[in-house]
């Protein structure tokens, strides 16, 4: 089987908690790296309130600025038409599912649908008792914001999955991603939280809901490389054993380098070969 070389999650330096680097550079490396077809997804806005349990310097940086939206959709239009002879550039948005924000995702896919070539739907954030709660900040904010209210990490993973399964059900519209991002983002810490790496029967049987529901509604899976090179997590999100199953299903499969930075273009393209082709 050919693959096109092709990178369906990146971000820009409209990321404020990627490197700076502009996105131009990221497309250059993209070309150098043999890539036909690549993909900017930057993080949507987020509503007021999401994210108000951090502090405001790290609140901004969670994802674009609200007034950056329409500045990012002209830099990339700019750069698809530079590099249109020489890359395939797809103008996208990494939409995060806010099941308690709905109108807001709506509002953006209505406003913004019309122009995306691609884009992902993601989970960063779980909406619990007490408002919203990142799942892949660092280990210590896990422990401190999700495990005293779900009680185990086993519980906040079964959360984690039933909730992507809320997502795959919603309705957002016309203009809904076609591709579900890093599909295990709550193992991102999984060495400093789950050492002994087992998965239970239940949260296993969530997962495979979750590629049911991939298969049933036609929607890919981003296969992200981030994971491999994350401390506490040393491994694709998805799993190796999750891409198998779903390969078996018949899911369409889509690399992401989830680069923010130039240096993470390509990252772990190898490893992805093996995953889906052997």
């Not at 990146?10 to 990321?15: L, Y």
């Not at 890919?220 to 090179?229: E, R, T």
Request: with cysteine; charged share 30%; glycine share 8%.
């Amino acid at each position: 089987m050919k693959l096109i070389k092709r990178d369906g999650h990146t971000h820009t330096h409209f990321c404020l908690h990627g490197s700076g680097e502009e996105a131009e550079a990221f497309v250059v490396k993209a070309i150098a790296e043999g890539f036909e077809e690549y993909s900017f997804t930057e993080h949507i806005p987020l509503p007021a309130g999401v994210t108000n349990s951090y502090p405001q310097e790290i609140r901004e940086t969670f994802t674009i600025i609200d007034d950056d939206l329409d500045p990012y959709m002209r830099e990339m239009e700019r750069l698809q038409k530079k590099y249109r002879d020489r890359i395939k550039l797809n103008i996208g948005l990494e939409v995060d599912y806010l099941p308690n924000d709905l109108s807001f995702v709506k509002e953006i896919l209505r406003e913004y649908g019309p122009y995306l070539q691609d884009s992902l739907l993601s989970v960063h954030f779980l909406y619990t008792t007490e408002g919203y709660k990142c799942v892949d900040f660092s280990p210590e904010d896990f422990q401190e914001k999700l495990l005293p209210l779900y009680g185990t990490y086993e519980e906040v993973q079964l959360e984690y999955y039933r909730t992507i399964q809320e997502a795959l059900a919603a309705d957002l519209g016309p203009y809904k991603p076609r591709r579900i991002g890093h599909l295990n983002l709550c193992n991102k810490f999984q060495h400093a939280l789950n050492p002994q790496g087992s998965l239970s029967e239940e949260v296993k049987v969530e997962i495979r809901k979750v590629l049911g529901l991939l298969k049933e509604k036609g929607v890919g899976l981003d296969v992200n490389m981030a994971g491999l090179f994350k401390e506490h997590c040393r491994e694709t999100y998805p799993s190796p054993w999750i891409i198998q199953e779903a390969r078996e299903l018949g899911i369409p499969l889509v690399y992401g380098s989830d680069a923010h930075s130039v240096e993470d273009v390509g990252r772990g393209y190898d490893t992805f070969r093996k995953l889906v082709l052997e």
